[in-house]
Each structure stands twice: as structure tokens, then as C-alpha cells.
């Protein structure tokens, strides 16, 4: 899973990256064109408690690659301002799946925003704004070309080629009243039809106001009132310091926890932040757990026993037998598979079966 970290020059996009990755890249770069990436392991305490029980070798986690991207310069006649970002970072964030729009509502003085002013709401919408103008440009290019080369071809080319420009010209229509692609409500064959585009504004987004210190006990407020008037689907809104995070994750773990309630935090946004991209993704976890190896898998929610088996290996999924599944809370309450399996809690399900978070999945396949 990759998620890009955007948002306007000085945002705070950089240290946000550092507070999830306990990275330390330079901060204050005043949109300088540094590209970071960083791997981040999921917290999940599951793992421990079937540590305990199976004692294997090694603990997988899940994990979730972070890429740090400078801000797009702004767009004006006829030239989209995204497009003029190196390849590599435009490539980044088209392959994202899932973005984090970092929002500048901190005050400091000594740091003054371009624009002269702190205001999150025209932030949010200036950035939106050369998303949308990215994907509209994209939709443009390629209904043109529909119009000339995509009249030849076999018969079941031209046909696919009409089913394709359907949908981007409703792609189109939402474009150019500012709404994003995720509101265009388009089914699972829309969406298969439009995928390779890998439009920025179709990704689930995470808006992470960056408020400062002092405003932190008014965070929750700040978050409503900007929800009140953005509604998309696919998006979430979460405030957090950045720069609190960041000095957090560099303490040690009890002296984290007194700053933090001096703070009055009572979570870390890490945990948060990771748990919220889980949602925004619609991911779940299932776990399997060995004497080698207990380890989490993430899938989207939804995905059968056989997708969980073609994650793990394509083996798996084309052998495929029967998943012999345990929730994980009968697991731990019970103490081992065996005591599942005689307490009658150990399923064995088909290649149908829709796979829930924390299921305990041992595949069972032929060669
Ligand atoms: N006071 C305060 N300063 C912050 C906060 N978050 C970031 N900053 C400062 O704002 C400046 C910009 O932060 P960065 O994280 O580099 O921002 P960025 O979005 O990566 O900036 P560019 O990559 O240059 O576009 C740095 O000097 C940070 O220390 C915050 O929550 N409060
Ligand atoms: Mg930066």
C-alpha cells in the first residue's frame, strides 16, 4: 500500500512524513524538490498476543510505504501545474492509493504562509483545484484522441472505446463543476474502464489539518467546521500537530507519555493517522499465525478466502482447497488452534467465503 503525502508549499508535508516514519528528513525546505519515502510497519497488538501463543520464529506486520512529494507549482493558462513535476514524482502520485492532503493551519510568525494569510479552507481547495484541473486535462487529451483514432479498429475495439468515452464524458461533466472524481458514483465496470488513468482526484484522501500547539484542545472544532462544507466521498478529515508529533516521536516512550498529558493528547496521531489511511483505504487485516512466522495481511474489505490465499502466494489461490479459519478473539480466548478446533470455533470455509478482519487463516492447497 503506498499513500502520497501532498499539500501546498510549507503545509507541513515533511513532517508529517517524519512523525509516521520516524524519518528525518530535512524539514524547511521551503518547496524545495526532495522526493521521501519511508516504510511503515502497522501497530497491531493482535500480533503480540499471538506471538505469545505460537512463539514463531519472526512477526510480520503489515506495511505502509509514505512518499513525501514537494508541492506541484500552481497551474495558469494553459498549463497544468502538476504536470510540470519531475517524472518520477508525478509517477509517485499517480501510482498512490490513497492521498494525505496535509493543510497548513498553523500561525508562527517567524514561518509566514506565501499567501500572507492562514486560512486551511482556501488551502484545501487551491490544491483540490489543480487536481482536478490534472484529471480534466487527462480526460480531455484522451476524449480527443477517442474522436480520431478510437473510430478505427476491430468491431469489440470500437465498442470498448464507445463504453470508455461514456464515462469520460461524466468524468468530465463532474470535473468541471470542481467535484472530484470519487463523487462521480461510478459502478465496478466504470471504474474498470477508467482505472489505468489513475486519476489523482479518484484517490481516497485523508485532510490532516496541521494546527498548532495552542489550538490543539480546539482541534475537534476546526475539523467540523471545515466537514460542515466539504463533503466527498472517500475522505476523511483528522487535525493533528505536526510539529508535536514530530518532537513526540523522538522522546522516549514514558517521557512521550508525560509530555503528552501535559499536552492533554491521549493518543499518538501515528497510531491514529495509520488506522484512519486503513479505514480510508478500506482495508482489513487477516492474520496467520505458525511456529515460523505470525504475521498480518492487509485486503480490501470484501475479498474472499481465495483472495486472502493469492495474497499470501498465487500457489495458494490456484491450489486452493479450504481455509481453516478461526476468528481471533476465539483464538486467544481459547489459548490454541487445537482448543479452537474442539470447542467447534475452528470454521472450514470455501474459496466463497468473505474474509473478516482478524480471522486467523490457515490455507489448506494442493500442489
Ligand atoms: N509552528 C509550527 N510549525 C510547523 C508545524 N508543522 C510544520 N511546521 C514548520 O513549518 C515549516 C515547513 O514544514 P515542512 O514540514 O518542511 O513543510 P512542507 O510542506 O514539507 O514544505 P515544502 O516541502 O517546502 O513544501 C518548517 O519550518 C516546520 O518546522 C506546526 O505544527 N507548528
Ligand atoms: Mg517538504
Same mark, same amino acid.
Given at each position: 500500500?503506498?499513500i502520497?503525502i501532498v ?6 508535508? =515533511?513532517?508529517v512524513? @517524519? ?16 522526493? @521521501?519515502?519511508?516504510?511503515? $510497519? ?6 503480540? !498476543? ?19 512529494? *514537494?508541492?506541484? *507549482?500552481?497551474?495558469?493558462?494553459? !498549463? ?19 492521498l494525505i492532503h496535509v ?10 504562509? *506565501? ?32 474522436? &480520431?483514432?478510437? !473510430? ?8 470498448? @472505446? ?31 474502464? #477508467? ?5 489523482? =482526484?479518484?484517490?481516497?484522501?485523508l485532510?490532516l489539518? @496541521? ?5 490543539? *484542545? ?7 467546521? #471545515? ?15 505536526? $510539529? ?29 493517522? #495509520?488506522?484512519?489511511s ?32 493469492? &495474497? ?39 474459496? =466463497? ?15
Amino acid at each position: 500500500m503506498q499513500i502520497a503525502i501532498v499539500g501546498l508549499a510549507g503545509a507541513g508535508k =515533511t513532517t508529517v512524513f @517524519n512523525t509516521l516514519t520516524r524519518g528525518h528528513a530535512e524539514t524547511g525546505g521551503f518547496g524545495g524538490l526532495q522526493l @521521501n519515502v519511508g516504510v511503515v $510497519k502497522v501497530p497491531d497488538r493482535r500480533l503480540d !498476543r499471538l506471538a505469545e501463543i505460537f512463539k514463531p520464529k519472526k512477526v510480520v506486520q503489515a506495511d505502509v510505504t509514505y512518499v513525501d512529494l *514537494p508541492a506541484p *507549482p500552481a497551474s495558469s493558462e494553459g !498549463r497544468v501545474g502538476t504536470e510540470e513535476l519531475p517524472a518520477e514524482h508525478l509517477a509517485r502520485l499517480r501510482e498512490a492509493d490513497a492521498l494525505i492532503h496535509v493543510v497548513r493551519a498553523f500561525e508562527d510568525p517567524s514561518f509566514p504562509h *506565501p499567501a500572507g494569510s492562514v486560512d486551511p479552507r482556501r488551502d484545501l481547495e487551491q490544491l483540490d483545484l489543480e487536481f482536478t484541473l490534472a484529471d480534466l486535462a487527462l480526460v480531455d487529451r484522451r476524449l480527443e484522441r477517442l474522436g &480520431t483514432s478510437g !473510430r478505427h479498429g476491430t468491431q469489440a475495439e470500437r465498442e470498448a @472505446n464507445e463504453r470508455e468515452e461514456v464515462v469520460l464524458r461524466r468524468l468530465k461533466q463532474t470535473l468541471e463543476v470542481g467535484d472530484p472524481i470519487r463523487d462521480a458514483g461510478l459502478d465496478a465496470d466504470e471504474e474498470k474502464a #477508467i482505472r489505468g488513468f489513475r486519476f489523482l =482526484t479518484q484517490k481516497p484522501v485523508l485532510v490532516l489539518l @496541521n494546527i498548532g500547539e495552542a489550538d490543539l *484542545p480546539r482541534a475537534a472544532d476546526l475539523v467540523s467546521s #471545515i466537514t460542515a462544507d466539504y463533503r466527498h466521498e472517500h475522505t476523511l478529515v483528522d487535525a493533528l500537530s505536526a $510539529k508535536i508529533e514530530m518532537e513526540l516521536g523522538e522522546l522516549e516512550p514514558d517521557e512521550a507519555g508525560v509530555f503528552m498529558e501535559e499536552l492533554g493528547l491521549k493518543e499518538s496521531s501515528l497510531d491514529r493517522v #495509520i488506522a484512519l489511511s486503513y479505514r480510508l483505504l478500506g482495508l482489513i487485516s487477516f492474520l496467520t499465525a505458525g511456529p515460523d512466522e505470525v504475521r498480518a495481511w492487509p485486503i480490501p474489505d470484501g475479498s474472499t478466502a481465495v483472495d486472502a490465499a493469492g &495474497t499470501i502466494h498465487t500457489d495458494l489461490a490456484r491450489g486452493f482447497i479450504r481455509a481453516e479459519t478461526v476468528a481471533y478473539d476465539d483464538l486467544v480466548t481459547l489459548g490454541s488452534t487445537a482448543d479452537a478446533r474442539k470447542a467447534g470455533r475452528l470454521r472450514s470455509e470455501g474459496k =466463497t467465503y468473505r474474509v473478516r478482519d482478524g480471522d486467523v487463516v490457515e490455507i489448506l492447497f494442493s500442489r
